[in-house]
């Protein structure tokens, strides 16, 4: 099995993360790989940020909290740090309308190339509640320096993991290789 293919299928989402930075070298590589994510016609309507700064992350969940509830499991099995579970980097993807699909394809890139330095991941969809929020909306877009009119799509918390999570089980059934001669 290639290198690629192992990360693939090593991926899980962590929640218990390592206080460890991730380097320059680590953010400036996780962000190339973003940039080269494909999307619909070149279109290519993505901002990402990458964020590393514990202060400005804590100060995001507060406001996070306030608008979601304080002991609210928002999406996630976690009610301490539903947001970005003490990651020490986020990014955040947003698009001007209806991009989640390009959204995904990019996030995914990211975790899998978070995977391949040896970074754990989680993908993040309930900080959207964040963006949703007027006040706070516009003010953390505005900190971000993301345009306005942009939609929040995705996020993904990015660290040294700090847990081996319980692998999730898959619909196996619902994938299937189809023989030539089955088909149709
Ligand atoms: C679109 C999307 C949104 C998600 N949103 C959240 C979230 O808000 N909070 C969270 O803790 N996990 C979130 N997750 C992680 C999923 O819960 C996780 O991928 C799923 O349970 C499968 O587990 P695995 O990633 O370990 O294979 C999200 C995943 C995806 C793909």
Redesign the pocket.
Known sequence: MNETIKHILA?????EYKDILLTREQLDTLAAAALQAPSGRNSQPIHARFLQNADILAQMQVDFKNIVGWNTP?????DKN??Y?NAPAFAFLFAEGDSLMDA?IM??NI?VAAQSLGLGT???????ALFADIAAGTKWRAALDIPKDYVFM??ICIGVPDEI?E??T?KQEQIAVLNAYEAC
Do not use: E, L, Y
């Open positions: 991926r899980q989402s962590v929640r928002v999406h996630t099995r976690s539903p947001f579970h995904g996030v995914q975790a989680c993908i993040v969809a309930s900080v959207g995705i996020g999570p692998r999730k898959r």
